[in-house]
């Protein structure tokens, strides 16, 4: 190697080891975790006989399936006949000369937009995000690609406004104002996300896609492990209940972090989309992979060390004091252990999340998010990145 290029690739690696903490640079992207053998999220099947569907799993796991499937995750995509529209009938929203709308009746919502010339309209098809924070909108046209709504619903807002990253200065057309084009790449990654069973044999699958994240999306396509179980359950003989089904639970902490990041934005996810701001906050296994506490070996500091994914999220700050005092000592007088590595909090020992885990409001989201690097947050302090 030249002596040149040498020098080069070295100061690259001493720039890059400085800037990023060595925790970080041990995580991977999705798509790293995608490129390796085994089951990860947003990952599709052979087949669509590869899933039992949730049914399935309810019966032997009856009390997770009846509180799982009323969270959001699992109403993360809905048609959009079913949506939070129903209960909006009519929304409306203006843009330059531009007026939108938004017309919802048993059947369907019609979507339009009116220039004072030219009028278009699409019944939409597709409804993202159960609409507690905001609800975006897919539809076909004509020639059968997917189409985003240039607007989305913000329960904050209890209106339209621009869907969060496709706000426009100006347009070129009625066309420009009204949709964004969305790519067959860009489909099958945000179906993976908010649907289950929706990439068969890699290609995208709208027909048997189940709406909402269910079982299978997280624990891998089961009807193998049903069948294996099953069969047992019939000869009358134990059967391992982990056989042929994948159980996040048993990853290491760094891997555990990334699982839930396939969706929710790991730290290269984030890094490399090139986001930054309070735009991130929304990306939480990123934020909480830039506290000053994260580490690869302590499963206290994971996603699912302080949320159940199978039950609703708990949005009172003291539910989650046992997770804080579970690393740090409770006390002021209380002497650290190697269980017990984080000092005492000087102000307080209840309620820890309101100072160290701030709400940050994000702009295009026009909602306040929690912000997962966990910190001692000054008032007034710029957003750290």
Not at 99 to 123: C, F, H, M, N, V
Not at 151 to 167: C, D, G, H, W
Not at 277 to 296: H, I, M, N
Request: net charge neutral; with cysteine; charged share 20%.
């Amino acid at each position: 190697m030249p002596t040149t290029l040498r020098f080069v690739l070295t100061l690259l690696f001493l720039v890059f080891f400085f800037y990023y903490p060595p925790d970080a640079i041990a995580q991977l992207s999705t798509d790293d975790h995608l490129a390796e053998p085994g089951f990860w999220p947003r990952q599709g099947a052979a087949s669509r006989s590869d899933y039992a569907g949730a049914p399935a799993c309810a019966s032997c796991h009856a009390a997770i399936a009846a509180t799982q499937k009323t969270i959001p995750m699992a109403n993360a995509a809905f048609y959009a006949s079913e949506s939070i529209l129903r209960e909006h009938p009519k929304l409306n929203f203006a843009f330059s000369h531009y007026k939108y709308e938004l017309k919802t009746d048993a059947q369907q919502t019609i979507y339009s937009l009116t220039d004072g010339e030219t009028t278009l309209r699409y019944p939409l098809l597709w409804a993202f995000g159960v609409g507690r924070v905001g609800q975006s909108y897919l539809f076909k046209k004509e020639d059968g690609n997917f189409y985003e709504a240039r607007v989305t619903y913000f329960a904050s807002l209890k209106t339209l406004e621009f869907t969060p990253s496709r706000a426009l200065t100006s347009a070129k057309s009625a066309e420009e104002a009204m949709y964004r084009p969305v790519g067959a790449a860009e489909v099958t990654r945000c179906f993976s996300c908010h649907t289950t069973a929706s990439t068969i044999g890699e290609e995208f699958d709208e027909k048997h896609l189940i709406p909402g994240v269910s079982c299978e999306a997280c624990h891998s396509p089961g009807a193998k492990h049903v069948s294996t179980m099953q069969a047992a359950k019939l000869a009358g003989i134990a059967a391992d209940s982990k056989s042929m089904i994948f159980n996040s639970a048993a990853l290491k902490p760094a891997d555990s972090v990334d699982f839930c990041g396939a969706c929710h934005g790991t730290f290269w996810d984030v890094k490399l989309s090139g986001v930054t701001g309070p735009s991130t906050a929304r990306s939480q296994p990123y934020r909480l992979e830039q506290s000053k506490c994260w580490g690869q070996g302590d499963a206290r500091l994971t996603c699912i060390a302080c949320h159940n994914p199978h039950k609703q999220l708990e949005t009172e700050t003291a539910a989650y004091d046992g997770a804080c005092l579970s690393c740090h000592v409770n006390g002021a007088g209380s002497k650290k252990t190697a269980d017990h590595a984080g000092p005492a909090c000087p102000v307080s020992r209840e309620n820890c999340a309101s100072c160290h885990m701030p709400k940050v409001y994000v702009p295009e989201m026009h909602d306040n998010f929690t912000d997962h690097r966990i910190r001692i947050a000054r008032p007034g302090a710029v957003y750290p990145e």
